[in-house]
């Protein structure tokens, strides 16, 4: 609106829409709405759960696993949208085919498969520069006020590992606060 109206030349306000943060943000949509419109994260969640979901424990790991490894590439708020209904889906297929007496541990699964959903999105996103917009920004501030940029290999080298532990740590405390042993 600054140029409609007068307030500032377009030539002054032009150069803050080609920022790489505003491209790394673009990217990150245009990624999200290519796996939503090909079904990609459905295939890969269902491909990591036919590897890991032998069994109860394997199946909150596939859908850690899968969250972690989406929320990478496109926010965490999308990641969890097309994650949650996958979990829909299989605990509504679980549920339809447990003995009466393993529903009240299944109850627990169910608390720490949409708990890990949640977290797990947050904790992937933190692993590369695009996976959440407070890591854009923040690369944008460091190079505004220190004139200093952080490469994306060296972002996932200083933040995979830190994040592989923290999902560690978060299905363990998970099983412990929500125990749960249900036979598949």
Do not use: C
């Not at 500032?8 to 419109?37: M, Q």
């Not at 859908?63 to 979990?87: C, D, E, K, Q, R």
């Not at 080298?157 to 749960?180: D, E, G, Q, S």
């Amino acid at each position: 609106y600054l140029p409609l109206f007068n307030i500032v030349d377009i030539k002054s306000v032009t150069p803050a829409y080609s920022n790489p943060v505003i491209f790394l943000f673009l990217g990150g949509f245009i990624v999200a709405r290519a796996l939503e419109k090909t079904h990609l994260d459905e295939r890969l969640a269902l491909t990591i759960l036919h590897i890991t979901g032998k069994n109860d424990r394997g199946i909150v790991l596939g859908f850690v696993i899968a969250t972690a490894g989406l929320s990478m590439w496109i926010s965490n708020t999308a990641t969890t949208v097309m994650m949650v209904p996958i979990a829909f889906s299989v605990v509504h297929f679980l549920e339809k085919n447990l003995k009466a007496d393993t529903l009240n541990s299944f109850a627990n699964m169910q608390i720490v498969l949409f708990l890990s959903i949640a977290y797990a999105a947050n904790i992937g996103g933190i692993m590369t520069p695009v996976g959440t917009p407070p890591n854009v920004v923040f690369m944008g501030y460091l190079n505004d006020l220190y004139g200093t940029s952080v490469d994306f290999y060296k972002w996932i080298l200083a933040t995979a590992h830190v994040a592989i532990l923290v999902l560690a740590l978060m299905v363990f405390l998970l099983r412990k606060i929500y125990p749960f042993a249900v036979p598949l």
